[in-house]
Every structure is written in structure tokens, then in C-alpha cells.
Nanobody, 118 residues
Framework: QVQLVESGGGLVQPGGSLTLSCAAS????????MKWYRQVPGKEREWVAG????????NYAESVKGRFSISRDNVRKTVTLQMNSLKVEDTAVYYC???????????WGQGTQVIVSS
């Protein structure tokens, strides 16, 4: 059974940090590109960051570049999003996604809520 389970969300003050984790099971993790997305009510889900299968290439949305860092551990089958210098506008439900590039194969986690507020 394929599972992606996010954790690490919560309430943090502006300027603070959080680390989100996504634990994968039920599929061959290192075959998949891993990505983080986020969504606020009433808006479309937006891509935040991505990492290639071997972890060698990482990409970020302009809105988080320099503040967020994505990494993966193919042995532990986890992907992590380190979020620093958080802003109120980073408030959202964060989702991890596994996908095979060029094929219609993708899996989503259930999401974890991040609230940035004073």
C-alpha cells in the first residue's frame, strides 16, 4: 500500500522555523522525484520545492528561495522541507508528492498544516 505521511506542521511565529518530514512506503522511493506543495483555502495548490531522484538537483519557488531547503534520504525513504524565516504568507497546508517524470504516476500525502502567526 502506497503511503506518504507528512509531519512537523504546527504554529510558529513570523521569523521562526519549522521542519516538515514526509515518510514514504509502498513504492520504490528512489525512482521518484519528490516535491512539496502548499495550499490555502480558496486557492490552487502551488508548487514549493522539488528534488531529483538522487538528491543532486533542488528547485524552489521564487517565494521561498533562500528560506526553504528540501532534502531527501533514499535509505530512510524520507523527504524533508526545512523552512526558515517564516512569513505569515507561508501559512498553508503542505503536501508532499512523489512522481515519475514523463509518466502518469504520482502519489500525494494527506498534508500537514503550517500556521505562521504572532
Amino acid at each position: 500500500q502506497v503511503q506518504l505521511v507528512e509531519s512537523g506542521g504546527g504554529l510558529v511565529q513570523p521569523g521562526g522555523s519549522l521542519t516538515l518530514s514526509c515518510a514514504a512506503s509502498g513504492f520504490t522511493f528512489h525512482y521518484y522525484v519528490m516535491k512539496w506543495y502548499r495550499q490555502v483555502p480558496g486557492k490552487e495548490r502551488e508548487w514549493v520545492a522539488g528534488v531529483t531522484r538522487d538528491g543532486g538537483v533542488k528547485n524552489y519557488a521564487e517565494s521561498v528561495k533562500g528560506r526553504f531547503s528540501i532534502s531527501r534520504d533514499n535509505v530512510r525513504k524520507t523527504v524533508t522541507l526545512q523552512m526558515n524565516s517564516l512569513k505569515v504568507e507561508d501559512t498553508a497546508v503542505y503536501y508532499c508528492k512523489a512522481e515519475v517524470v514523463g509518466q502518469n504516476i504520482e502519489y500525494w500525502g494527506q498534508g500537514t498544516q503550517v500556521i505562521v502567526s504572532s
